[in-house]
């Protein structure tokens, strides 16, 4: 399943637990708060200042692997 921009971080997470650890890496350490859990992973990036483009690209590339 191809992560999007407007998936809520809870369900990229309940999806793929393993993507955790990129959002990690990426600076979304907060991803286990509960208002993240209802934040779109659009969202998230536009809060902390980050490239949407390359964290999807990233999750997707290791979607598979996931």
């Known amino acids: 399943m191809k992560i ?7 369900d990229i997470i ?9 959002l990690f890496n990426f600076g979304l350490s ?3 708060c509960p208002a993240s859990q209802m934040e779109t ?4 990036t536009m809060v902390h200042g980050l490239n949407l483009d ?13």
């Open 4 to 10: 999007t921009k407007d998936m809520l971080i809870g």
């Open 14 to 22: 309940q999806i793929h637990p393993d993507a955790v650890e990129i």
């Open 30 to 32: 907060c991803v286990g």
């Open 41 to 44: 992973l659009e969202e998230a």
């Open 54 to 66: 390359l964290l999807l690209d990233v999750l997707n590339e290791n979607n598979t692997s996931i």
